[in-house]
């Protein structure tokens, strides 16, 4: 038995021995596309950013508002063609990025329940106020928006005449939104800076008791918090710009008749553009 096995081992290894070695053969470099292209972060998170619906609509939305420097621009040089050309793309990316807002119901229904629930007080009466107000306002803005392009479309009956007034009312009541964020902002700041005073007065008291008792002081505490109030300073200015873009976009639209130049709609709408895309970006 044990000769048997001996010779089964054996028998293995001469087995192993004049077994041929096979060796993998590289395919041609010319198809190793991916050699091309070394790994990288920014693609990484372009992928993630892009598969989102929000990281979708701020790339389409910096191409509308662009485009319609780009307009005036070739208008300004009498190439008619090249202007009209990008009219073509800007008119559908509008309807697409309507239609991506079809869902903004929920988010906002979410967004009530978290304004409201007993596990996420408002840091101030005033803020709570306003969400409730901003809530109201797109509670109205949303769907008047939809029976808009609804209407705007001929998927329903509406008359031309009252599917413009819809648009009108659904941009007033987003104008109104606009105007409180300016004191949502507002209040934010002045909270901030109640904070800022607080922690800098608590480093004070602390750097004091330290020459009093010659203790060192741990200051790890305040460092993450004054790192969290340069964050949130940081959020207020950028809110700040994205609010200023949007008023007189929402002005305008308000309006049955204006005279604030398309132009300008791009311009304005850009500045909001490019800072809601980096908002986006550095949070994917």
């Known amino acids: 038995m044990a000769a048997a096995s001996k010779q089964e081992v054996d028998s293995t290894s001469s087995e192993d021995v ?3 070695v096979v060796t993998r053969k590289n395919a041609p470099s ?3 596309l991916g050699k091309l292209f070394p790994p990288s972060q ?6 993630r950013f892009l598969s989102q619906v929000r990281g979708t609509d701020k790339t389409l939305m ?4 662009f485009s319609k420097i780009f307009i005036w621009y070739f208008v300004k040089r009498g190439r008619e063609s090249t202007a009209q050309r990008i009219r073509n793309l800007s008119g559908p990316i509008s309807d697409f990025r309507i239609l991506l807002r079809y869902y903004g119901l929920l988010p906002l229904i979410q967004w009530m329940q978290y304004v409201d629930s007993d596990n996420s007080p408002a840091p101030s009466p005033l803020l709570l106020l306003l969400d409730r107000l901003q809530n109201i306002c797109n509670l109205i803005y949303y769907p008047l928006e939809h029976i808009y392009w609804l209407g705007a479309h001929e998927i329903i009956p509406i008359s031309m005449e009252k599917t413009n007034r819809i648009a009108i009312w659904s941009c007033r009541f987003w104008a109104a939104y606009v105007a409180l ?3 949502h902002l507002a209040e934010e700041y002045r909270l901030y800076k ?5 922690i800098e007065a608590q480093v004070k008291a602390a750097d004091k008791k330290a020459k009093e008792t010659g203790e060192p002081v741990d200051k790890s505490v305040y460092k993450t918090e004054l790192a969290a109030l340069r964050a949130e300073k ?3 200015f950028i809110n700040t710009i994205i609010n200023t873009g949007y008023l007189p976009l929402t002005v305008h639209w308000s309006l049955e008749k204006s005279s604030f130049p398309d132009v300008g709609v791009g311009i304005f709408g850009g500045i909001a553009a490019v800072a809601q895309f ?3 970006w550095k949070s994917s």
């Open 194 to 198: 109640t904070r800022l005073l607080t």
């Open 234 to 236: 940081k959020g207020i």
């Open 42 to 47: 920014t693609l990484d998170q372009a992928v």
């Open 278 to 280: 980096y908002v986006a």
């Open 181 to 183: 964020q300016f004191v």
């Open 18 to 20: 004049h077994k041929p």
């Open 62 to 65: 910096i191409v509308q508002y």
């Open 30 to 32: 010319i198809l190793a």
